[in-house]
Every structure is written in structure tokens, then in C-alpha cells.
């Protein structure tokens, strides 16, 4: 069946798989055959490996991550098969090789291919009331996700309580409302999405936003005063300026001593929406006292430079063409240090 014609098969059941990947994959798998190189955001590229079992020469296979997050499932044991990493920082490098994902010959630290794109002191502002900006960034994963037993409240403090003072960008990770039921195949959860509430868009202090450009685009992430989330790795992208940031732990023990997360380190952790409520109004005074950290947090995740990433994770490949590091057979690496560029 050709792709086109597998195409409403495939949306339907890309609700229980990544599909039409997959179907894509299969589709341009003889012309993708013919590269040198494949620089993929995501494993799931790595299912050609298994297609071309047995066949000389093949591409190999370089992984630059869409986001730099905290998640285990960031660092997957798939991941294994990626020929060589060009990631953000000295954090995903550190635990590509602690997760015994990669050895440190190749990897290469080169930055945040995004902020290439982005003017990331742009503060664009969605209301012009003057009013302090909160973005509500929520996971789309059942178990992680505020979203599912908090998130209706937490709009509702904003557009109906205590919180009308504010303004509240709810702008949840893309995925969150692509589907109604959701699955954690990692932690074994399904769980039914929470539907909007019609009236918060009659609101003029609330900002709804599920599948725009502007969930991608860094608008939020810069328009905003302060971050309310979960576990979604656009921590990372709204601490390109330190301010203040909470965090709601639905699944944490209250026994952990530690965060499981570095990026719950940004900020005031709570486990309930009045815990939250309690701390908002003070958000500025909150907000300073991380503000140290969250600068040691960000450059221990993104390495910044005067190049471009994209400059840096160019000159990274060439030098691993140039060294012999992807000459057929070699799997030990080219004996070099983990290389920032």
C-alpha cells in the first residue's frame, strides 16, 4: 500500500503507536539507504537499522535532541544505536555516558541548535494590561502530567479567584491535546485527558493555546513573568532569562530527600494547588532566591558560545569524517575526549 493511501490507517492508529513514522520510514527507506549521514531528533530513525540488517555500506546515524529535559525516558537505552550525539550541554552529555548511551569520544557539546533561530531577549506581550504573564506549561504523560488532576483548578484560580490579578498563558506541550486518552508505556498509566472549560476563553486575562506554532516557537517562554509546570523540558528554554519558576509533583515520594529532576531545583516544588496559590502572589520574592541557581542550572545544561550550534555541530561531523571515527566496523570510538565545540 503506498504511503498516501495508508494515510487514514495510519492516523487512526496513531493513537496506540508513532505510525505514520514509522510508515514514512518504510516509504523513503531505499532513498534514505543512499546518505552518508542521518541527523535525527528522535530514535525512531534507528528502526532502518533493523531494515538494512545485513547490507554494506550504511549510513550512520547522529542524534541532536529536541529539547534538553531531565526524563529517563531522555536517555533510553535505544539510544545505544546512534552512531554519535551532538547535544546542548555538559548535563546531557554527562548522562548520555552515565546511562552508558554513548561513549565520550562521540559526543560533541554544541549548544542549543534552537536559540540559532531565536531572539531569545524578545519579552513579546499577549494582553498589554500590565499585568504580570504566568505560563502554564503542562506534560502530556499521565503519570508526569499536572494536567489531569490539577490543571482544570489551576486555570480556574486565574480566570475565576484569587488570580484574576494575573494573566495566565495556558500553553500545554503539543502532544497534550493531539489525543483524549493517553498512555505512559513506561510507567504503565492511561488516563482520559480533562476537556477545556469554554468559559476560560471568555476570560481576558486567560491566553489558550493547544496547537499553534507558538507552543514551538519560544513566544511563551519569553512573553512570560513566571512558569508553572510539571516535567516538560521548556524549563530549560524559559531559563534563557532566570525568573521565577514553580513546579507540581504528582508522582514524587514524599520521602525522596532529593528532586528527581535538576530543573525542579529552579524553584518552589508543591504537591497541591493551594500549596501553589499560597506562593503565587509572591512570585517576584520566590523567584530571587533561585535565581543563582537557575543561572548555574542553565549553563550546566545549555553551553553557550559566540558560534552558532549549527556552526559547532557542523564542525563537529566534519572532525569526526576527518578522524576515521565512523570507518565501517569502529564501535569503540576514536579514543578522543568528549569535544565542546
Avoid at 495556558?170 to 504503565?188: G, V
Avoid at 525522596?256 to 500549596?275: C, H, I, M
Avoid at 537557575?294 to 576527518?322: K, P, V
Wanted: glycine letters at 8%; a positive charge; one cysteine or more.
Amino acid at each position: 500500500m503506498s504511503l498516501p493511501r495508508a494515510g487514514l490507517i495510519t492516523r487512526l492508529m496513531d493513537a496506540i503507536a508513532p505510525t505514520q513514522r514509522l510508515a514514512r520510514l518504510a516509504h523513503h527507506a531505499r532513498a534514505l539507504g543512499k546518505a552518508k549521514l542521518i541527523v535525527s531528533p528522535e530514535r525512531t530513525c534507528l528502526r532502518l537499522k533493523r531494515r538494512w540488517k545485513g547490507k554494506a555500506p550504511q549510513p550512520r546515524f547522529i542524534f541532536v535532541p529536541h529539547g534538553a529535559g531531565d526524563r529517563s525516558v531522555t536517555y533510553h537505552p535505544d539510544m545505544v544505536g546512534f552512531d554519535a550525539m551532538l547535544v546542548s550541554g555538559q548535563k546531557v552529555a554527562d548522562e548520555m555516558i552515565r546511562h552508558r548511551i554513548a561513549d565520550p569520544s562521540r559526543i560533541a557539546i554544541i549548544g542549543y541548535p534552537k536559540f540559532d533561530l531565536i531572539d531569545t531577549q524578545a519579552a513579546p506581550d499577549f494582553f498589554g494590561n500590565g499585568r504580570p504573564t504566568f505560563l502554564y506549561n503542562p506534560h502530556f504523560d499521565p503519570h508526569l502530567s499536572s494536567w489531569y488532576d490539577h490543571g482544570p483548578g489551576i486555570i480556574d484560580w486565574f480566570a475565576f479567584g484569587a488570580g484574576q490579578d494575573f494573566n495566565l498563558i495556558f500553553a500545554p506541550h503539543i502532544m497534550l491535546f493531539r489525543k483524549t486518552i493517553h498512555t505512559s508505556p513506561e510507567y504503565r498509566v492511561l488516563r482520559r485527558r480533562p476537556d477545556l472549560n469554554p468559559r476560560w476563553r471568555e476570560r481576558p486575562n486567560i491566553r489558550i493555546d493547544v496547537d499553534s506554532d507558538a507552543l514551538c516557537d519560544m513566544s511563551y517562554t519569553l512573553g512570560a513573568d513566571a512558569y508553572i509546570g510539571d516535567v516538560s523540558s521548556q524549563i530549560y528554554e524559559f531559563l534563557v532569562r532566570p525568573r521565577p519558576a514553580f513546579f507540581i509533583d504528582t508522582h514524587n515520594s514524599a520521602e525522596e530527600p532529593d528532586p528527581p529532576y535538576l530543573s525542579w531545583r529552579a524553584g518552589d516544588t508543591v504537591r497541591s494547588n493551594e500549596a501553589l496559590f499560597a506562593l503565587l502572589p509572591a512570585f517576584r520574592e520566590r523567584g530571587s532566591l533561585y535565581r543563582k541557581r537557575q543561572q548555574e542550572i542553565f549553563d550546566y545544561t545549555m553551553s553557550g558560545s559566540d558560534r552558532s550550534s549549527s556552526d559547532r555541530g557542523a564542525d563537529a561531523i566534519l572532525s569526526w569524517l576527518a578522524t576515521g571515527a565512523f570507518a565501517a566496523g569502529d564501535t569503540a570510538g576514536s579514543g578522543r575526549l568528549m569535544q565542546s565545540v
